[in-house]
């Protein structure tokens, strides 16, 4: 067995993964290389997703009974947890919703109905970047349509990363708000967020980052960030679907319009007009999701309970590993950087003119589970002059072995192509 230093505890990891002992095709054992699509999920969160149906199911916030209360005190512990877990001056900046592509429209919508200083218009600019997941072009495309605001994004280098080199032109005194991805779901590239941050800032313009594919792998500090808005979303980190989180600074959020208006959100009601609760209960219309939310502060709980700081070394030594590894599969091409230095732990490549639908059709077969496509990131792959990607990506419970695997799925698939 290969070992690599830096490396979690995956024998004992792995016990807490029901599904990872599972058998495909028959006789296949799995190896889950689809992380940054979604996670696999611990016995703990399962079993606290199982608990709170079994125990505590209520609408939370309304009722004075004890399993509304209890209910309650569950969804709102989340809350903190997720509020520790990303270091937010305060458990009040934030805001559940059902995934990180909520988050963003969210965001966009706000400033779309804002009052001044905030509001997006004809008169204003709007930037993103071009390796963007489609949830961070596309809300903000809607925006600029409605708004007559101006859509500017940020290029691609031939190697992956962002093309800064015209950040002053891109960037300017008409921005409101600059958008960009901190790990690129598809190029695996981490962006370098204190130049950006800086040059917004110079500007006054607002900063939002989709933190998606690094909130999971890595610790998250929204302070350190100095970002106004941070997205994630919990499925992708050991959690259930149907939570995201939106975190904003409090100033913000107090003065920001809701996008979504029903119960829970209002202060007052009358057939005239109404006002509204603070944050974060302005933002968070109806009923939420509330077994979600236990599930993702049960996640949190887990993925403290080995510390961020180990998880990003173990994936750091695995991607070192990959991209080693995938270097002597002949016709392989690494689409974004080629190091392990700077990115996460997700790595896209085309094999030869095998259409990556077909690589991994052969690779399912072998029990291998990877992500083709596009990877709602279009753009990047229209950059690249290719149709679309294989794309293997790796979480706390990945091995030197699946990589290894993955490689002789690999040769399988060029001696079965010709």
């Given amino acids: 067995m290969t070992q690599l230093p830096g490396l979690l505890d995956t ?21 889950y290389l689809d992380n940054a699509a979604t996670s696999q999920k611990p016995r703990q969160v399962l079993d606290a ?4 149906y079994e125990r505590y199911n209520a609408n939370v916030h309304r009722g004075v009974h004890v399993l509304a209360e209890e209910a309650t005190a569950l969804y709102e512990g989340a809350r903190d947890k997720v509020a520790e877990f990303i270091n937010a001056p305060s458990r009040d900046e934030v805001i559940f919703t059902k995934n990180a592509s909520e988050s963003l429209n969210l965001v966009a919508n706000m400033l779309g109905w804002a009052d001044e200083p905030y509001r997006v218009d004809h008169e204003t600019e709007i930037v993103i970047t071009e390796m963007e997941h489609h949830s961070n072009i596309v809300p903000w495309q809607l925006l600029a349509q409605r708004t007559g605001a101006k859509l500017k994004w940020f290029g691609l280098t031939d190697d992956g990363r962002l ?17 960009f991805v901190l790990v690129s779901n598809i190029l695996g590239t981490l962006n370098p967020v204190e130049a950006i941050v800086r040059r917004a800032q ?7 980052i989709d933190a998606s594919q690094a909130a999971p792998h ?33 100033e913000l959020l107090e003065d920001l319009p809701p996008f979504l208006g029903g119960g829970e959100m209002i202060e007052t009601v009358s057939m005239h007009s109404s006002t509204y ?25 887990y993925l403290n309970s080995i510390g961020m700081d180990k998880i990003l070394a173990h994936e750091h030594a695995l991607t070192e590993y990959a991209v080693r590894r995938l270097a002597e599969v002949p016709d392989l091409r690494i689409i974004g950087p080629t190091t392990a230095e700077d990115r996460g732990a997700a790595i896209s490549f085309t094999l030869g003119d095998i259409h990556p639908h077909d690589v991994g059709q052969v690779l399912d077969e072998q029990g291998i589970a990877v992500r083709v496509g596009h990877h709602c ?21 990945s091995t030197p072995a699946e990589i290894d695997a993955l490689v002789d799925g690999l040769e399988h698939v060029r001696n079965f192509f010709g």
């Fill in 11 to 31: 024998e004992a990891i792995r016990k807490d993964f029901p599904i990872l002992d599972r058998l495909v095709h028959d006789d296949r054992k799995l190896v």
């Fill in 49 to 52: 997703l199982s608990e709170y």
């Fill in 163 to 179: 093309d800064l080199s015209n950040i002053d032109e891109v960037i300017t005194e008409k921005t409101k708000i600059v958008s």
């Fill in 202 to 208: 110079e500007v006054g313009a607002l900063v939002c």
């Fill in 218 to 250: 890595m610790p998250l500090d929204v302070q350190a960030l100095q970002a106004d808005f941070v997205a994630f979303t919990g499925h992708k980190m050991c959690g259930p679907t149907g939570i995201g989180v939106l975190w904003g600074r409090q």
């Fill in 277 to 301: 609760a603070p944050a974060p209960h302005k933002f968070e219309a109806g009923t939420p999701p509330v077994a979600q939310a236990v599930g993702l502060g049960a996640a949190i709980d």
């Fill in 377 to 397: 990131a279009r753009p990047v792959c229209l950059r690249y002059g290719i149709p679309a990607t294989t794309r293997a990506s790796f979480y706390l419970y």
